[in-house]
């Protein structure tokens, strides 16, 4: 029989004084919960950053219950680098990708991923230690289907130009149906609700790095949840940091591959009827 001391009686008096501390302990327990999040990374051929962006992701505070790394590299560095941090708490699956282009590793990487939130960052970002609680919190919750993050310019290696993949609009700006896509931020600070992403179908395989079309797919995946009537939110809060390390030259061929998937991504949806992408 359960047995409710007064609280004058001695033993009452020692579970008052340590009220304190339990109550100190509650959030401090629920911090290393893990939450139902799979991060997602795709990479190729940057096993070093790699390195520094899975330590940062899996020092983030409440941790993902998962981290999914899918690789397209030509040789085993990175596979190497994964191997390094399997084994902790947070389990770190490696999928060895089949073939190449960024949107196909997301496809193959969704399907591997088993949590009910997906968070997706690039292998030359860094994220903050609440990055990971912060931009899924308004999924988690049923605010939005989607979220993304304020991403800031990182630290530069030498001869390399600050990079231009940054996002961090004043204020919280809104997203709608008629929002343009190029408003919404990049793939590489984002996360969906996994139901979310099975309904809007795969990522496009024409677009994205490795593709024929070079880049975009990120937003023809917004574009696709904006038109369906997914709700969309920024969170300032959810920083990552985009490594600059790419000499001028490299800066120059991103800027090239940035228009070339923009382009056709104004045609594809302009050919399709939809007036508001052009």
């Known amino acids: 029989t359960l047995q409710v001391l007064p609280p004058g009686h001695a033993g009452g008096g020692s579970v008052s004084a340590m009220l304190p501390l339990l109550r100190a302990l509650v959030p401090l327990r629920s911090r290393e919960m893990l939450l139902d999040v799979s991060v997602l990374i795709c990479t190729r051929d940057r096993s070093e950053m790699l390195d520094d962006c899975l330590r940062s992701v899996l020092a983030c505070l409440p941790p993902p219950a998962e981290v999914v790394v899918v690789d397209q590299s030509r040789d085993e560095a990175t596979r190497k680098v994964a191997c390094l941090h399997q084994g902790g708490r947070v389990p770190v699956k490696y999928i060895r ?3 190449f282009g960024l949107s196909r590793a997301k496809n193959q ?10 968070a997706f960052t690039d292998d030359d970002c860094r994220v903050d230690p609440g ?3 912060a931009l899924t919190g308004p999924l988690r919750c049923g605010e939005a289907g989607a979220a993304v993050g304020r991403t800031l310019p990182g630290r530069s290696v030498p001869g390399a130009e600050e990079t231009f993949a940054v996002y961090a ?5 809104g997203f709608s149906r008629r929002t343009h896509p190029w408003r919404v931020g990049g793939g590489g600070n984002f996360a969906a609700s996994r139901k979310v992403l099975l309904e809007a179908g795969d990522y ?8 024929r079309f070079e880049s975009a797919e990120d937003m023809d995946m917004v574009h696709r949840l904006l038109r369906s009537g997914r709700r969309i939110v920024y969170v300032p809060t959810a920083l990552a940091w985009h490594r600059s390390w790419r000499p ?3 800066s120059r061929r991103l800027s090239r591959a940035y228009g070339i998937g923009a382009g056709a991504y104004f045609a594809k949806y302009f050919l399709a009827g939809d007036l508001l992408s052009g």
Do not use: K, Q
Not at 109 to 118: D, E, H, L, N, Y
Not at 169 to 173: K, M, V
């Open 169 to 173: 609009p004043e204020g919280r700006p």
């Open 248 to 250: 001028s030259e490299e």
């Open 97 to 99: 990708g089949e073939g």
């Open 204 to 211: 496009d395989e024409r677009f994205g790095p490795g593709a």
């Open 109 to 118: 990487g969704i399907a591997g991923c088993t949590a009910s939130v997906i």
């Open 131 to 133: 990055w990971v609680e």
